[in-house]
Nanobody
Framework: QVQLVESGGGLVQTGGSLRLSCAAS????????MAWFRQAPGKEREFVAA????????FHADSVKGRATISRDDAKKTLYLQMNNLKPEDTAVYYC?????????????????WGRGTQVTVSS
């Protein structure tokens, strides 16, 4: 019912910036909690940031706090992740996820809908 498509990934040097986007269709976007996760080769999928419908609440992982900002445009049904001062350890496939309603969720199993991911590579 809900489809998510990420974009905006690419290759960037250490210290650079990227803005990831996730376009949503289906469902009622403004009522869905949205999140970004990332997964590097050989590692578990890890939480990056989450945002409630209407942008009332946001939550960022300690690993990216101060460098990444999650936001959403409910009119455009789009989720964003602005990433600054990128580090090699940020290299991963980045996924957006959606779940009806809101509470702080950091486990991938807590999200029902997923995009296919966009690759972010940070060179040193």
């Amino acid at each position: 019912q809900v489809q998510l498509v990420e974009s905006g990934g690419g290759l960037v040097q250490t210290g650079g910036s990227l803005r990831l986007s996730c376009a949503a269709s289906g469902g009622t976007f403004s009522t869905y909690s949205m999140a970004w996760f990332r997964q590097a080769p050989g590692k578990e999928r890890e939480f990056v940031a989450a945002i409630s419908g209407g942008s009332t609440y946001t939550f960022h992982a300690d690993s990216v706090k101060g460098r990444a900002t999650i936001s959403r445009d409910d009119a455009k049904k789009t989720l964003y992740l602005q990433m600054n001062n990128l580090k090699p350890e940020d290299t991963a496939v980045y996924y957006c996820a959606a779940e009806p309603g809101w509470r702080r969720r950091i486990n991938p199993a807590e999200y029902a809908y997923w995009g296919r991911g966009t690759q972010v590579t940070v060179s040193s």
